[in-house]
C-alpha cells in the first residue's frame, strides 16, 4: 500500500465535496468518486459550468466558435501578460515519504552515483520506489497495471522535481523512460487545477519533434489520464485538421502537440495558452536539429509566464542551452548518463558490409532467420534511400517474411 493512502497530511489526499486536493479550498477543482480518484462534473466528461448546455444535447461538446474568442488573427501578436487576468493556479504537490526524509546525505549521494544521476540545483531527494513518489492511488493502481516494477533513474529524480512544481531539464537517453517521468506530474498537475471553461486552452502542453512520438505520448497520457476522465488530443501535421481542431474547441486538458500544427491552430484562433501552466519540451534537442527553434520561440511567447516548464533531451548543445536560459526560470539540472550523443549499450549492433547485388539476398536470408527466432508482434524497421526503393524491398521484405 502506497504512503499515499496511510498519511492523512500528503497533498494527494482525498477531500469530499468540492475542497481542494491540496491545502485550502478553492472550490473549483475536481471531485472525487469512490477510491480517491478525481473527476469533472457533467455528464461524459463534460465541463463543470452546464450553462452552455441548452442548444448542445446536453452531454455533448460546446458549438464551434472558431475566431470569436479574440485569437483569430491569423498571426500571432506577442501577448502583453501584464495586462491579462490570469486565474491562478498551484504547481507544488509533493510530500516527501518519510523514508526519503531519514536517508543521510551519504546514501542519497551513493543511490545517485550507482544510477549515474547527476544533479546541478537545490533538488529533492530521489526516490528509490513507487510507494516513495507519493502518487494518488487512481496513478499507483495504473503503474501496477501497466507491470512497471521500479522507476528508472530519470524517473526516480524527476518526480520529485516535477512534483515540487521546480522547472527542470532532464538529459537522458532514449529509452529511458522520460516520458513517464513528465506524463504522470502532469496528471497530478491538472486534476489539482480548476475546471476548464468555454473557450479556454489547454492546462497541459507537450511539444514534440514528430508525429509519431506525439502519438507515443498521447497513448501514456491516456492511460494514466482515464481514470479522471482527463481529455487530451494529439496535434500534427500529415492529418486532417477538423477531429483536431474539434477536440481542442470543446476543450482538453492536455494537448500534445507538433510545432507547426499548433501554430496553424493558435494563429486561427481555435485555442490558446492562457490556462496553460505545465509546459513540456520533449526531444528538445532533436525539435531544434529539425528547423524548429523560431516556432518553438513563437509558441512559448503565447504561453503564460508563471507556468511550469520541463525540458528533456538526449544531449545538451549550446542550441538547447540557450532555449533553456531565455524561457525557464532557476532550472533544476538533471542528467542520467553521459551528455554526449552515443549508440545505446542496450542494443546489439551487428554490421555487414557487402556490395551492392548482395543486398537483397542478405537481408531476404536476415529476415527468415529473424522471423523464425523472434516472439510473436516483434517488430522490424528496415531504412531505404528513395520511395521507389521503398516499394520494392517492402514487396521482397514480405515474401521472405511469409517463405
Not at 251 to 265: H, K, N, Y
Request: aromatic fraction near 8%; include cysteine; hydrophobic fraction near 30%.
Amino acid at each position: 500500500m502506497s504512503y499515499y493512502q496511510q498519511n492523512s497530511t500528503s497533498s494527494y489526499q482525498p477531500r469530499s465535496g468540492n475542497q481542494s486536493r491540496f491545502g485550502g479550498s478553492s472550490g473549483g477543482q475536481r471531485n472525487f468518486r469512490d477510491g480517491g480518484a478525481p473527476q469533472r462534473g457533467g455528464n461524459g466528461g463534460g465541463y463543470r459550468n452546464n450553462a452552455y448546455q441548452g442548444n448542445n444535447g446536453g452531454s455533448g461538446g460546446f458549438r464551434s466558435y472558431g475566431n470569436n474568442n479574440g485569437y483569430g488573427n491569423q498571426s500571432l501578436k506577442k501577448v502583453e501578460w501584464g495586462t491579462k487576468s490570469l486565474r491562478p493556479h498551484t504547481k507544488h504537490f509533493y510530500v516527501p515519504h518519510p523514508a526519503i526524509v531519514n536517508r543521510s546525505a551519504f546514501e542519497v549521494e551513493q543511490y545517485r552515483k550507482s544510477k549515474e544521476i547527476a544533479i546541478e540545483g537545490d533538488a529533492p531527494n530521489p526516490i528509490q520506489n513507487f510507494d516513495e513518489a507519493n502518487f494518488p492511488e487512481y496513478i499507483m493502481e495504473e503503474i501496477f497495471k501497466q507491470g512497471y516494477e521500479a522507476p528508472t533513474p530519470i524517473q526516480a529524480q524527476g518526480w520529485p522535481v516535477a512534483l515540487s512544481g521546480m522547472d527542470m531539464v532532464g538529459i537522458a537517453q532514449t529509452g529511458s523512460g522520460k516520458t513517464l517521468a513528465y506524463t504522470l506530474p502532469a496528471t497530478v498537475h491538472v486534476n489539482n487545477q480548476d475546471d476548464l471553461n468555454r473557450g479556454d486552452g489547454p492546462i497541459v502542453l507537450i511539444l514534440a519533434p514528430t508525429r509519431e512520438l506525439a502519438q507515443q505520448i498521447q497513448k501514456v497520457a491516456t492511460d494514466f489520464g482515464q481514470s479522471t476522465r482527463i481529455r487530451n488530443t494529439c496535434v500534427f501535421g500529415g492529418a486532417p485538421k477538423g477531429p483536431q481542431a474539434r477536440d481542442l474547441e470543446r476543450g482538453v486538458e492536455i494537448c500534445i502537440a507538433t510545432p507547426g500544427r499548433l501554430i496553424d491552430f493558435l494563429e486561427k484562433g481555435t485555442t490558446n495558452l492562457e490556462r496553460c501552466t505545465y509546459l513540456v519540451l520533449d526531444e528538445a534537442d532533436r525539435m531544434l536539429d529539425m528547423g524548429f527553434e523560431p516556432q518553438i520561440r513563437k509558441i512559448l511567447g503565447q504561453v503564460r509566464p508563471d507556468r511550469q516548464t520541463l525540458m528533456w533531451s538526449a544531449t545538451w548543445p549550446k542550441e538547447v542551452k540557450k532555449l533553456a536560459s531565455d524561457f525557464m526560470k532557476n532550472p533544476i539540472q538533471l542528467n542520467v548518463g553521459s551528455m554526449n550523443l552515443s549508440a545505446s549499450n542496450n542494443i546489439l549492433q551487428i554490421v555487414d558490409i557487402c556490395q551492392e547485388h548482395e543486398k537483397e539476398q542478405k537481408l531476404g536470408s536476415l529476415l527468415q532467420e529473424i522471423a523464425g527466432a523472434s516472439d510473436p508482434g516483434q517488430k522490424i524497421i528496415i531504412f531505404v534511400e528513395t520511395k521507389r526503393k521503398f516499394a520494392c524491398m517492402e514487396t521482397k521484405a514480405n515474401k521472405s517474411v511469409t517463405m
